[in-house]
């Protein structure tokens, strides 16, 4: 199976700030590589899709990166409604396997 | 409006068995193929298994081999997941949810989830 990392696991940000969360998968996924968000008694929601490709609906602050092995999403400029934690996924190859989260917190 | 909805979840006891059930509308069910994910308490997101449109290619995650059975009803819009043998680590919120693939290459993503519904195991 692939194993997705990502990292930071927390992070804490103010808003109006910049951030980037990266994720590592444990072999080429190509542009395989999805991104979700998920906050507390909510279904996840998918932000980015094929490494860079923006999901209809979701905030052009948000974009993704990167290709083969790593990748990254970054957020330009946080808004309150934006803490909360993310995923990425693999979809390269079953299982489609996530990452272990990053929790983004009001600094 | 596309939606699916969970069912099914509770509490039973280690060893019980469970079924979940997904209603889908709003789309043609038949087309798109299906997966479960999991989130138990204070954890992050675990894809649990993924079954075709047509039920011919079926996935499970390791954790839950030869336990959970996927299935689906096209005539019925509807996905299923029978959970036997449950362990406390099965304890989670159980989500739905259809894959879609997009862009030129067909990158899958899941782009409708349900709200999710919670099964826990406990004696």
């Known amino acids: 199976d692939i194993q997705m990392t990502q990292s930071p696991s927390s992070l804490s940000a103010s808003v109006g700030d910049r951030v980037t969360i990266t994720c590592r998968a444990s072999?080429?996924?190509?542009?395989?590589l999805n991104w979700y968000q998920k906050k507390p008694g909510k279904a996840p929601k998918v932000l980015i899709y094929g490494a860079s490709s923006l999901q209809s609906g979701v905030p052009s602050r948000f974009s993704g990166s990167g290709s083969g092995t790593d990748f990254a999403l970054t957020i330009s400029s946080l808004q309150p409604e934006d803490f909360a934690t993310y995923y990425c996924q693999q979809s390269y190859s079953s299982p489609y396997t996530f990452g272990q989260g990053t929790k983004l917190e009001i600094k | 409006e596309v939606q699916v909805v969970e069912s099914g979840g509770g509490l039973v006891k280690p060893g019980g068995s469970l079924r979940l059930s997904c209603a889908a509308s709003g789309f043609t069910f038949r087309s798109f193929n299906m997966n479960w994910v999991r989130q138990a308490p204070g954890k992050g997101l675990e894809w649990v298994s993924s079954i075709n449109s047509r039920s011919n290619s079926i996935y499970y995650a390791d954790s839950v081999k030869g336990r959970f059975t996927i299935s689906r009803d096209n005539a019925n819009n509807s996905l299923y997941l029978q959970m036997n043998s449950l362990r406390a680590e099965d304890t989670a919120v159980y989500y739905c949810?259809?894959?879609?693939?997009?862009?030129?290459?067909?990158?899958?993503?899941?782009?409708?989830w349900g709200q999710g519904t919670l099964v826990t195991v406990s004696s």
């Open positions: 949810a259809r894959v879609l693939g997009g862009g030129s290459a067909g990158y899958d993503y899941f782009d409708y």
């Open positions: 072999q080429s996924i190509s542009s395989y």
